[in-house]
């Protein structure tokens, strides 16, 4: 993958978190606990679906952590080299997840 394609890639993933994360805004708001407008089971089910859209916000939080790293290895000319030893990444690991800032060998580690 070169780095035109890796960024056009990684710039479309976060543009596309964005739009996610607008989407499942009001899904993360505080659950109201107001016992006269909704039921014991209501609430209980407000509130799971509440704790799943943090954690997936959470999630998409860490990956557009690793996009914007990307990025920024793109522009100062680092990426598909190994932040840990500096050898080149290989293409199939690059093509797989443009985000990946290690080697196999020094992600094993």
């Known amino acids: 993958m070169d780095l035109k394609d890796a960024k056009t890639v990684l710039q479309e993933e976060l543009k596309a978190l964005e739009a996610e994360d607008a989407l499942g805004a009001d899904d993360q708001k505080t ?20 704790a799943m859209a943090q954690a997936v916000g959470r999630r998409r939080a860490g990956r557009r952590a690793r996009i914007i790293a990307a990025l920024k290895r ?23 997840d443009p985000t990946v800032s290690l080697c196999l060998p020094c992600a094993k580690a």
């Open 31 to 50: 659950v109201v606990l107001d016992q006269q407008s909704v039921g014991r089971l209501s609430r209980m089910d407000a509130m799971q679906r509440q």
């Open 74 to 96: 793109i522009d100062e000319g680092e990426f598909g080299f190994c932040q840990e030893c500096g050898d080149d990444i290989p293409d199939g690991r690059i093509a797989l």
